[in-house]
T-cell receptor, first 112, second 110 residues
Framework: TQLLEQSPQFLSIQEGENLTVYCNSS?????LQWYRQEPGEGPVLLVT?????EVKKLKRLTFQFGDARKDSSLHITAAQPGDTGLYLC????????????FGTGTKLQVIP | DTAVSQTPKYLVTQMGNDKSIKCEQN?????MYWYKQDSKKFLKIMFS???????INETVPNRFSPKSPDKAHLNLHINSLELGDSAVYFC?????????FGPGTRLTVT
C-alpha cells in the first residue's frame, strides 16, 4: 500500500510569512499532483510534477518533486489570506492502471 | 458550465435506509471515481470506472454499489446505511493524471 504523509498537519501563520509543506512516501511515483480544497468544495488541481528534481512555480507557490520521485514540497512566499485551505498532495503510481493515492492533508490558515 | 456535478449536495437520512448519489461529468473524460473524505479530511478512493468498466474497487463494503450507465455518469448506491457512512463523498473524473472533482455530497446518517 502506497502512503503519502504530509507535514505539518496544521499550520496557522500571519499574512506575509513564508511556509513549506512536505509530502513524503517510501514509494516511487510516476507523477505527483498538488490540490487545494476550500470548505464545502472539492479539491482543485494546482500543479503536476513528473520528473525527479522538477521545480514548478505558480505565482507565489513553488512546487518541487524529489530526485527519487518519492517526495515533494510546496513553498508559499508571502502568504495571503486567500491561500487558506486544505492542501493535498496526490501520487500517481506506475503500471498498467495509474492509481492515485492522496496524502494526509495540510490545513493552512493565513491570518490577516 | 459545471464540469463535474453531483446531486444532492446534502443528504440526511436514518440508519438502515438506502440512498443514491448521482454524478455527471461533461469533460469527455474516460475515467470516473468515487472518493470518501472523513472528518479528518483524509480522501480515500472507493471505486474507479474506465469507459463504464470497473477498474478499482478498494475494500469497500458490499452495501456500496457503483453504477455507470454511460461514460459521463457514475452513480453510487448505498444500502442499509450505517452511522459510520457519514462523510463527504466526492465524484471525480480524469483523462490523464489530473483529476477534476465535483462539489461533494455531505451524507449524515442519524
Amino acid at each position: 500500500t502506497q502512503l503519502l504523509e504530509q507535514s505539518p498537519q496544521f499550520l496557522s501563520i500571519q499574512e506575509g510569512e513564508n511556509l513549506t509543506v512536505y509530502c513524503n512516501s517510501s514509494s516511487v511515483f510516476s507523477s505527483l499532483q498538488w490540490y487545494r480544497q476550500e470548505p464545502g468544495e472539492g479539491p482543485v488541481l494546482l500543479v503536476t510534477v513528473v520528473t525527479g528534481g522538477e521545480v514548478k512555480k505558480l505565482k507565489r507557490l513553488t512546487f518541487q518533486f524529489g530526485d527519487a520521485r518519492k517526495d515533494s514540497s510546496l513553498h508559499i512566499t508571502a502568504a495571503q489570506p486567500g491561500d487558506t485551505g486544505l492542501y493535498l498532495c496526490a501520487g500517481t503510481g506506475s503500471g498498467g492502471y495509474q492509481k492515485v493515492t492522496f496524502g494526509t492533508g495540510t490545513k493552512l490558515q493565513v491570518i490577516p | 458550465d459545471t464540469a463535474v456535478s453531483q446531486t444532492p449536495k446534502y443528504l440526511v437520512t436514518q440508519m438502515g435506509n438506502d440512498k443514491s448519489i448521482k454524478c455527471e461529468q461533461n469533460l469527455g473524460h474516460d475515467t470516473m471515481y468515487w472518493y470518501k473524505q472523513d472528518s479528518k479530511k483524509f480522501l480515500k478512493i472507493m471505486f474507479s470506472y474506465n469507459n463504464k468498466e470497473l477498474i478499482i474497487n478498494e475494500t469497500v463494503p458490499n452495501r456500496f454499489s457503483p453504477k455507470s450507465p454511460d461514460k459521463a455518469h457514475l452513480n453510487l448506491h448505498i444500502n442499509s446505511l450505517e452511522l459510520g457512512d457519514s462523510a463527504v463523498y466526492f465524484c471525480a473524473s480524469s483523462q490523464a493524471r489530473e483529476q477534476y472533482f465535483g462539489p461533494g455530497t455531505r451524507l449524515t446518517v442519524t
